[in-house]
């Protein structure tokens, strides 16, 4: 098989699932950080799923990552990941404590390498210390991860140890390492959708 065709209606049902293991597990989740593009989809419908009736919704903060193909001999050439966007703090920077003591969920559509997720997670954790050192504010601040996908092969890079424990790293499936084509990125969703359905994806 070469593409891995996955329709709205799975990537919905995933969210939904991942919601139930989160509220299952009593973890409180107050910010969503989702990794643009892939992650933003996968964040609103997760957030649908986790509101608690006459609670607020929960916020979601964009941020982009951007991978690049380091240029140079082949065997040199990596990987490097690129922010592109950061958390939006305000324009007066009042809201920097937001990550301060809270439980924050990253959410991306796909953990292929685990590169993005490894610099997303310490790019975060630097931004906590550096945000407790300027304000004065502390707290236990606890991340997790949820992917749709997460790719069976050998990673480039690993999360921290404590991603090991239960409902740290939520991924909705595990699939081969194929190339998967999300429905955000169809030119024609009935068709999309279709192959979606042939291959059992919907
Ligand atoms: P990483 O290798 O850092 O885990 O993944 C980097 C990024 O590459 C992902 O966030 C995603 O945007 C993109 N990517 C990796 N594998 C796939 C795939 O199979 N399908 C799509 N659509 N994007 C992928």
Not at 8 to 35: M, P, S, T
Not at 137 to 163: D, I, W, Y
Request: with cysteine; hydrophobic share 40%; proline share 2%.
């Amino acid at each position: 098989m070469s593409k891995l065709y996955i329709s709205y209606n799975i990537v919905h049902k995933l969210c939904q699932q991942a919601a139930q293991e989160i509220k299952a597990l009593g973890q409180l989740v107050d910010l969503i950080v989702a990794i643009g593009g892939g992650g933003f989809i996968p964040a609103r419908i997760l957030r649908s799923f986790l509101k608690e009736e006459g609670k607020k919704n929960i916020p979601i903060q964009a941020i982009g990552l951007s991978l690049y193909e380091q240029m140079g001999d082949e065997e040199k050439i990596g990987k490097e990941v690129v922010r592109t966007q950061w958390l939006d703090f305000g324009s007066l920077g009042q809201h920097m404590d937001m990550l301060i003591g809270k439980n924050v969920i990253i959410v991306d559509e796909v953990d292929d390498t685990r590169t993005t997720l490894h610099y997303a997670v310490t790019e975060l954790e630097r931004d906590v210390r550096e945000i407790e050192e300027k304000t004065g504010k502390q707290g236990t601040t606890k991340f997790s991860v949820f992917v749709l996908h997460n790719k069976r092969k050998a990673k480039r890079a690993e999360l921290p140890e404590e991603f090991k424990e239960k409902g740290r790293y939520i991924a909705g499936t595990d699939v081969d390492d194929v190339w998967i084509a999300y429905p955000w990125d169809a030119i024609d969703i009935d068709e999309h959708t279709e192959a979606a359905k042939e291959q059992g994806n919907y």
